[in-house]
């Protein structure tokens, strides 16, 4: 059956803040546990949530505690990166596509968002982060798990596939960058390296993994060659792009991929391929791991946009000016 | 069949009103006996915990629908109430026969008001009426439809009066809505109370979408070999936009919005990841004035420029028909016996409800008279909006539908405020009347299909006559026993 543009773009955005809410609620578990880590040190604790805002933080007008840094990553609405926030997009992706993913996948996102918006939930993530964490993280990886076992993989799958790969490369990059302060930082601030080298692992579930690959003790150049380099980890940069291909190869058929030059999203996605399958982590540390790493967002955003003109629509940015009329009249146009 | 066992009930009052279910305090009917002895064994917290198990299920599966409400619509759940409502085997016969009588007729009306119009040059039905009706449309007049067919889908509003009598309230045959509550509110009692189908023979309805399906490949262009068939919905702030994904998943077919949608060279096309694919049939859940903004609401963007000229040449069909709507004119409602006995010489077998037209100087004078005692409906309204309950009312409100009625005559009608029948329902935690009524759903395709069963809406408020979603209504699991099963002598 032929895909609608508008549901393989929902498709892809549905995967997509799936990936990210999972993102967020890690990274939340991560920090806190490396503020206990740090023990009694003379550290505010504010040290180590802070950083989680990016820029946000530095237009406030205190530093923020840590237990506002969890709302608002977690909590706040009007925050576009929060956890409710991809939740609800996730779900009104899912809403738009209801008839073309199973009832097993709309019914966890839906699940998922109800119990996010549950009153009690504030409360029971500051009781118990812990098992707020594993909660969240166990509803929200179920959702690709039943998309694999529910649909069929052909086009509207290989758009969720596309999206949830793309993005998890997006987002280890990301948490690289946001933990690089970590990866820099003057030893001292902490009693030992290998527990905030360990931290950027498990802020992405990688540290076990880590472990049994290298079974070396943890330093930051294996770390960043482990996250973005290593071939078959799923979790790293380079193993998601290729699966990402592998995507768009479904997406495009018979056509497309063999012919990458008349195909704008692979001839993108296999340039930046080529970079990952061929650098060493030596050359990204000599160039300057920030750098590399704020190229590699940028690259990989401009597949996603090329994604969006080949397969989505012409402009894109004709969908958000028409929200809210289309609202107004949709609701206007009663049924019987 | 007064002798049976009156089995141990519940406390209940059916007050002065018909009751579903009992025929007197303490006397359940026959057909709801079963049910009646199974309640009996429940204590009021095994009903409570089944009431919020269904609940849960509806709102974990999202069957809600939009409430105006803000510039977003605000979702709900429909209240479901577990108790089912029972429809014998007799019963069903007589609402079949009379709703595929009905629908014949209007289908007729529907074919002669845009062709030859013989109904309205003899006078049966005044030509103002129907030509001045919001729901008429010219752009469709001399155009075939497929088989003479209007209304592939209608939901009709039956109620039932103090001795009850059945009666079609209105019928609803642009976009009709409620089908998927119909199946939905099965599968959860099924789910929440499976002992119950064990002791009654219950006809199924889970067959709708196929059969939707069969319709709209019924009506197809002859010129599609394997035609394409679409849903159009307004998208997801509708209010009812859970039950079009409902159908277009139950007949696998895609779901499509108005920005899906465009018209190149004679032809309707959808955008697809893979170039345009051409549309053959549209399932359409949009009003006739928002589907083509060439030809009507140009600010419309649900439709697709360029749909009715697509659809005048007969290179796509939809449904419901455009102009369908003229024909469920509450103020053409007054009329449908006449055009039943005008089109098929026979005499109606589901009569209608008393009628006062404000343009008819007599009507007039009755309504503005006795507005407390009548039900007032705007004609070109639905969902419950614009009306006026005249026992339930203010002598205020009274005054304003007054003024409006005399202000705007053709677009009001008035109606006596029935006592509609009442059905036990679960309040809290024991069991009281609430006024019901019934939307059963008639297919037309080739043929007429009837069905079984249908929605049946409450009216969750104490004493409320509103049944409408949109008003707080609820709804009951509608069960039509079969032929030959222990409910079907009894009526």
Same mark, same amino acid.
Do not use: K
């Given at each position: 059956m032929a895909l609608l543009c508008r549901v393989a773009e929902n498709m892809f955005w549905l995967s997509r803040y799936v990936e990210r809410a999972i993102a967020v609620i890690r990274l939340i578990d991560v920090t806190a546990h490396l503020e206990l880590d740090a023990? $009694? !040190?003379?550290?505010?604790? #504010?040290d180590f949530w802070a950083p989680l805002l990016g820029e946000d933080? #530095?237009?406030?007008d205190s530093m923020p505690s840590p237990a506002h840094v969890r709302h608002r990553l977690a909590? $706040?609405?009007?925050? +576009?990166?929060s956890l409710v926030s991809c939740v609800r997009r996730a779900r009104t992706a899912a809403r738009e596509v209801r008839e073309s993913i199973s009832s097993e996948v709309w019914e966890q996102v839906n699940t998922t968002y109800l119990a996010l918006n549950d009153p009690l939930v504030v409360s029971e993530m500051e009781n118990d982060l812990h098992a707020f964490f594993r909660r969240m993280r166990d509803a929200l990886l179920l959702i690709p798990g039943l998309a694999d076992a529910?649909?069929?993989? $052909?086009e509207p799958w290989y758009f969720l596939s596309l999206g949830q790969h793309l993005e998890r490369a997006d987002n280890v990059s990301r948490v690289v960058t946001l933990q690089g302060h970590l990866l820099s930082? +003057? #030893?001292?601030?902490?009693? $030992?390296d290998a527990v905030r080298w360990l931290a950027v692992l498990r802020s992405v579930g990688s540290a076990e993994a880590y472990a049994r690959y290298y079974s070396l003790r943890v330093d930051p150049p294996r770390v960043v060659e482990f996250l973005l380099?290593?071939?078959?980890?799923? !979790?790293s940069v380079r193993h998601n792009l290729n699966a990402a291909w592998a995507a768009l190869a479904g997406v495009s058929g018979a056509v497309g991929v063999a012919d990458v030059g008349a195909n704008p999203p692979a001839r993108a996605l296999g340039m930046l391929r080529a970079r990952l399958e061929h650098a060493t982590v030596d050359e990204v540390m000599e160039q300057g791991l920030h750098g590399f790493l704020v190229d590699l967002q940028n690259e990989i955003g401009r597949v996603s946009d090329q994604v969006t003109l080949a397969?989505?629509?012409?402009? +894109?940015?004709?969908g958000r000016h028409m929200a809210v009329t289309r609202a107004a009249m949709i609701l206007a146009a009663q049924q019987q | 069949m007064t002798a049976h066992p009156s089995p141990a009930v519940f406390p209940y009052d059916p007050g002065g009103f018909w009751d579903e279910m009992f025929e007197a305090p303490g006397r359940v009917r026959p057909h709801y006996a079963p049910l009646a002895r199974r309640l009996a064994t429940l204590s009021p917290a095994e009903v409570e915990r089944r009431q919020r198990t269904a609940d849960l299920s509806f709102q974990a599966r999202g069957i809600t629908f939009a409430v105006n409400q803000g510039s977003e619509g605000v979702e709900k759940i429909m209240p479901f109430d577990l108790v089912p409502r029972i429809l014998t085997a007799a019963e069903w016969r007589t609402i079949e026969r009379g709703l595929e009588q009905r629908v014949r007729a209007l289908n007729l009306f529907l074919h002669d008001i845009y062709h030859e119009a013989r109904i309205l040059s003899d006078g049966a039905v005044p030509a103002d009426l129907v030509l001045g009706?919001?729901?008429?449309?010219?752009?469709?007049?001399g155009m075939d439809m497929p088989g003479g067919v209007y209304t592939h889908v209608v939901g009709s509003d039956l109620v039932r009066d103090h001795s009850g009598q059945f009666y *079609?309230?209105?019928?609803?045959?642009?976009? /009709?809505?409620g089908v998927s509550y119909v199946v939905e509110n099965r599968r959860v009692l099924k789910r929440t109370w499976p002992q119950l189908f064990h002791e009654n023979d219950v006809r199924p309805v889970e067959g709708y979408a196929q059969d939707l399906l069969d319709v709209l490949r019924a009506i197809a /262009?002859?010129?599609?070999?394997?035609p394409t068939i679409v849903l159009l919905t /307004?998208? *997801?702030?509708?209010?009812a936009y859970f039950e079009h994904a409902f159908l277009a998943k139950g007949m696998g077919v895609q779901m499509v919005e108005g920005t899906d949608l465009f018209v190149d060279d004679g032809a309707l096309y959808m955008r697809t990841t893979r170039g345009r694919q051409r549309v053959d049939v549209v399932y359409r859940r949009v009003d006739d004035d928002y589907l083509d903004p060439l030809a009507?609401?140009?600010?419309? &963007?649900?439709g697709a420029s360029g749909l009715l000229a697509v659809y005048r040449m007969g290179r796509l069909s939809l449904?419901?028909? &455009?102009?369908?709507?003229v024909a469920d004119d509450k103020a053409i409602y007054a009329y449908v016996p006449r055009i039943i006995r005008y089109y098929l010489a026979e005499e109606p077998i589901l009569p209608t409800i008393r009628t006062y037209l404000p343009n008819e100087p007599g009507d007039l004078h009755y309504i503005l008279e006795h507005i407390g005692e009548l039900v007032v409906k705007?004609?070109?309204?639905?969902?419950?909006?614009? =009306?006026? &309950?005249g026992p339930h009312s203010t002598r205020a409100e009274q005054e304003e539908f007054r003024q409006l009625v005399r202000a705007n005559p053709r677009g009001y009608i008035a109606q006596p405020t029935l006592a509609l029948s009442r059905h036990p329902c679960w309040v809290e935690d024991h069991f009281e009347g609430r006024h019901v009524d019934l939307r059963p759903f008639v297919l037309f395709g080739r043929e007429l299909k009837v069905s079984p069963g249908g929605l049946t809406r409450v009216? =969750?408020? /104490?004493?409320?006559l509103v049944v409408n979603s949109s008003q707080g209504g609820g709804g009951k699991d509608t069960w039509v026993l079969a032929e030959g099963g222990s409910g079907s002598t009894s009526t």
């Open positions: 023990g $009694d !040190q003379e550290r505010d604790p #504010s933080a #530095s237009t406030m909590f $706040d609405a009007t925050h +576009p990166g529910t649909i069929a993989h $052909d930082a +003057p #030893s001292t601030v902490y009693r $030992d380099l290593n071939p078959v980890f799923p !979790q397969y989505f629509r012409q402009d +894109p940015h004709v | 009706s919001r729901g008429y449309r010219r752009e469709v007049r *079609v309230l209105e019928d609803n045959l642009r976009t /009709p809505s /262009p002859e010129s599609a070999d394997d /307004p998208g *997801v702030y509708n209010s009507s609401r140009p600010d419309s &963007i649900l449904a419901n028909a &455009i102009g369908a709507g705007a004609v070109n309204e639905s969902g419950g909006y614009g =009306m006026l &309950i009216a =969750m408020r /104490p004493g409320s």
